[in-house]
């Protein structure tokens, strides 16, 4: 399951994140992230994600 959470993250950043964190502030700020460039909404998202 985890290596399924990084492929998704890494092709689309908001699901990645929401499939993890749910559907709240997180997985929204990472749409708008995405959506005005996909680096910074890849690199919020891997953060999110794998950053401890």
């Known amino acids: 399951m985890p290596i399924l959470i990084l492929i998704a993250t890494v092709l689309l950043p908001p699901l ?3 499939a993890k964190h749910g559907l709240g502030g997180t997985a929204l700020l ?3 992230l995405t959506l005005l460039g996909y680096i910074p909404g890849l ?3 891997l953060s999110v994600n794998y950053a401890k």
């Open 16 to 18: 990645g994140v929401a």
């Open 30 to 32: 990472n749409l708008v």
């Open 43 to 45: 690199i919020h998202g």
